[in-house]
Every structure is written in structure tokens, then in C-alpha cells.
């Protein structure tokens, strides 16, 4: 059976992006994505169209649609996960080409606007990292630093995936506002990349390390989204991180100990 509900916008990286809710527990799962969702439930126009996604939530033995711009299931908490990474996969194609976008999170001081952004794969740290952060700075994201040619940070405040205590499962999709982090400055701008690199048998505490231009540029590349499409992007990542600075690498092992040594970065 199929029962619908009313639908959403949701708002990150300049774009807006519909969603259509479907299954028989269409309503329990717009009420999640509400809970979750809060800081990007705005409802302000934004210029670039992400499209639609249709999500769906079912009893168990129920049958749901599929295809490409559906995310259906049975367990509320796994078919939020997938809709996150949905909603950012969409975000991150209507952007392809206009934004340079990075694997990673940011945070930025909320009076100067000043933004550091973490740069690293995925479980590395990045949201405890931001977790950490945004009770002191504002929450910017957890998941892509969108950043356009002038240096300003556009954000993308989404839930923010928690792994549950059990350590197993499907993470949990949790509203930055839920943790008490601090809402993103109305002009955040780039002021420093730190590159993570975590490694649980480096010893001592966390060490950074400058890297020179040709260096970053290695190092970052692979952390980015769609660079190929944006013009001259080597240039273009060449002429940002001479007004930000030389990219620092961070080694560690544990990421509880990086928030002060960011903060110190930041200033």
C-alpha cells in the first residue's frame, strides 16, 4: 500500500532539492525528516534545481517502488541514511561545474565568519570533529565544503550521521540543533584547509605539518567532487590556497584531541 504525505524542500549548497514521501508510514517518516532536517528546511529560493528524490517508508513485506531518485525500505533510521547520502549526491551533481566541492566539514567563527575546513575520507573523524567544533564555532557541514571562486563557503547544515552506541547498524541522522551546535555566520569564508590523516598507531599527540602547493594539490584532489568540470580547476585550487595559506596536515590517532589544535589554526 501506498499513502503519501506532504512533501519537503530542502535547502544546502545553494541549491534546493523536493522530496516526496511514499509507503504506508509515509507520515512517521516526514516527521523523521523534519526532526533531522531543521536547519535546511528553509524555504529560501535558491538558484541552482537539485530536482526531486521520492522516499519511502514501509511495513515489513510490503512492496516499494525502485529506480534511480528513490530510497524505500522497511527500517526508519537505514532508509534516513540512505537519504541523506541521496540528498548529497543530488546536491553535489547540480553544483558539479560551479562549486569547488571537498570531502569534508567546516566551521566558522560566528562574528568574523571566518571558516577552517577538515578535508579527509570517510571515517576519519569528520563529524566528531564537528560535533567538537560547533559548540564553540559555527556548524558549517559535516560532509561537503562547498566553496565558490571568491573564497566564500556555502553551507550545507545537515543532520549529522552518529553511529549508534551498539556500534552496528545504520548510523543516526541527527539535527545539529538536537546537539547544541552553533548555527553557521551569514558570510562564511575559507581561511584555512587542514588535511586529516588518521592513523591509530601515531604516537604522541597530534602533529601538523605544512605542505608546499604541489603537495596540497595532490592531496587534495582526490578529496574533491566533480573538479574536472569547473574551469581551469588546477588554477582555480592554486589561487584559493594562496589566499588561505599552505594546507596543513594533521596527523593523529584519536580525533577527540583535533578540535583545540583547529581552534588554534582558526585563531
Partial sequence: MTIGAPGLELSGLS??????????????????????WTRCLTGLPDPAD??????????????????????????????????????????VRAQAGSLLMLHGGACSDPVTGATVGFVAPGGTGKTTLARRLGRRLGYVT?????IRPDGSVVPYPKPLSIRPASGTGPKIETSPDELG??????????????????DPSHP????????NMSEAIVELAPESSSLSSLPRPLHLLAELLQCTGPVLRCDYAEA????????EVLG
Fill in 15 to 36: 541549491c534546493r532539492l523536493e522530496i516526496a514521501f511514499g509507503g504506508s508510514r509515509a507520515t512517521e517518516l516526514r516527521a523523521a525528516m523534519e526532526r533531522a
Fill in 50 to 91: 537539485a530536482g526531486g528524490l521520492r522516499v519511502e517508508l514501509h511495513a515489513e513485506g510490503e512492496r516499494g517502488s525502485h529506480g534511480e531518485g528513490v530510497v524505500s525500505g522497511t527500517d526508519l533510521a537505514r532508509v534516513l541514511q540512505n537519504t541523506t547520502q541521496s540528498v548529497t549526491h543530488a546536491f
Fill in 142 to 146: 559535516d560532509e561537503t565544503v562547498g
Fill in 181 to 198: 551546535l552553533l548555527p553557521a555566520p551569514d558570510s562564511p569564508r575559507l581561511t584555512r584547509l587542514v588535511l586529516l590523516r588518521r
Fill in 204 to 211: 604522541g599527540p597530534s602533529r601538523l605539518t605544512p605542505l
Fill in 256 to 263: 577527540d584531541e583535533l578540535a583545540p589544535r583547529l581552534l
